[in-house]
Nanobody, 126 residues
Framework: QVQLVESGGGSVQAGGSLRLSCAAS????????MGWFRQAPGKEREFVAQ????????SYADSVKGRFTISRDNGKDTLYLQMNSLKSEDTALYYC???????????????????WGQGTQVTVSS
């Protein structure tokens, strides 16, 4: 069955960096668009970034553009999110997700994603 397992979260001071990983299994990883979402306490889950099958196309939320980088290693079935210049408002539970193959590439709504990991916590202190 499809499994997505995030890791790499933790506590860091503002201005610091973290690298999240998402190990995928149970499907052909290279055939799917993948994304990262996050949910802060008391807020709805929001889009962070997504990457196309071969990593040629990426998109980011305005709030993380220029600070976060999404990447993937199709040989290792792993998705990454490099987060630099972290801010306190980046504190959230971060999820990786697999996009429904019927969804258009440009869409970023969470309803376009059909499988989700359990999340990894990122806490940024100021």
């Amino acid at each position: 069955q499809v499994q997505l397992v995030e890791s790499g979260g933790g506590s860091v001071q503002a201005g610091g960096s973290l690298r999240l990983s998402c190990a995928a299994s149970g499907y052909i990883f290279s055939s799917y668009v993948m994304g990262w979402f996050r949910q802060a306490p008391g807020k709805e889950r929001e889009f962070v970034a997504q990457i196309s099958w071969g990593a040629a196309v990426t998109s980011y939320a305005d709030s993380v553009k220029g600070r976060f980088t999404i990447s993937r290693d199709n040989g290792k079935d792993t998705l990454y999110l490099q987060m630099n210049s972290l801010k306190s408002e980046d504190t959230a539970l971060y999820y990786c997700a697999r996009k429904n193959p019927r969804a258009i590439l440009e869409s970023t709504g969470e309803y376009e994603y059909d499988y989700w990991g359990q999340g990894t916590q990122v806490t940024v202190s100021s």
